[in-house]
């Protein structure tokens, strides 16, 4: 199996706090994997470790098989991402918020129209930000991962705050760049009934330790024998909390 992400015993300390301990995930190639987790887990920080904003001598961090400390710069241009909120500039327009990212990422200018349709937001292109809905600046949050066509997308809760109608905008758009324009996608979210509607195979953090990683199917499978149902916040809760 070719993996977009994997990591070799993933450790990060903060002063004597560890934070990350012996991560070895694997992201396969192709998938919507949802990096799930309570607060303080560690998913924000091992987000950071994977685009190289936290820097360690030897991170053990492989994107698409190229290790992170060989042509780090190279590699990163194959991912997009978006940290929580979207830095956006509300008097501009979509369009020009998408202009400075496409000189940033020095790339052509004909990938804002093909970003804008992507994520459905052709038209509302020339409208102001500061008018844009909370989902509508997620999009563009996103739709500015996707300057330079990456072929890995990673979102750190990306649907914070979203009402159920945005919430539903932003998954469909998520499978949409899955499915059709084959990106993978890597996402954190505490919305775990909206991550069973979304991933194919999920990875469970707790307090830096990695729980569970592979198929969603396989989670169900492997917690779930003899329950008729029991939902991915279930087995969550169970895994996090086994004495409760």
Known sequence: MTYAIQTQQLSYCHGQQLIVDNL???VPVGSIFGFLGPNGSGKTTTIRLLLGLIRLTNPGIQ???QDIRDERLSILRKVGALIEAPVLYPHLTGYENLQIGQLARQVGRNQIDCVLDMVDLTQDATKQVERYSLGMRQRLGIA????GNPDLLILDEP???LDPSGIRDIRRLLVD????????VFISSHLLSEMEKLVTHVGILNRGHLLFQGPLTQLHHDFSAGISVQTLEDIFLTLINPNA
């Open 24 to 26: 070895n995930l694997q």
């Open 63 to 65: 994107l698409f098989g």
């Open 144 to 147: 500015l991962a996707l300057l």
């Open 159 to 161: 649907t914070n705050g």
């Open 177 to 184: 760049l899955s499915q059709v324009h084959g990106k993978t």
